[in-house]
């Protein structure tokens, strides 16, 4: 039987740079701070974190990299 998620989950907002790329630096501050906060799951390049503009490369790296 497939356990049921309980906890608390984050849709991240990916931080971009001045010329539209992503501010790694401020990207991983953000998921080190839900880590640090009890946060139970980050949900990423969702809607709220623009995956379905970002090209493929930016993308992979979002999950890549968490």
Known sequence: MTK???G???ALATPMTPNGGIDYDSYRRLVNF???TGIN???VAGTTGEGS???KEPGL???DNL
Request: hydrophobic share 55%.
């Open 34 to 36: 839900q880590i640090d």
């Open 8 to 10: 608390v989950a984050t």
């Open 41 to 43: 799951a980050l949900i």
């Open 61 to 63: 790296y979002n999950f």
């Open 4 to 6: 049921l998620f309980t």
């Open 53 to 55: 503009t970002l090209s």
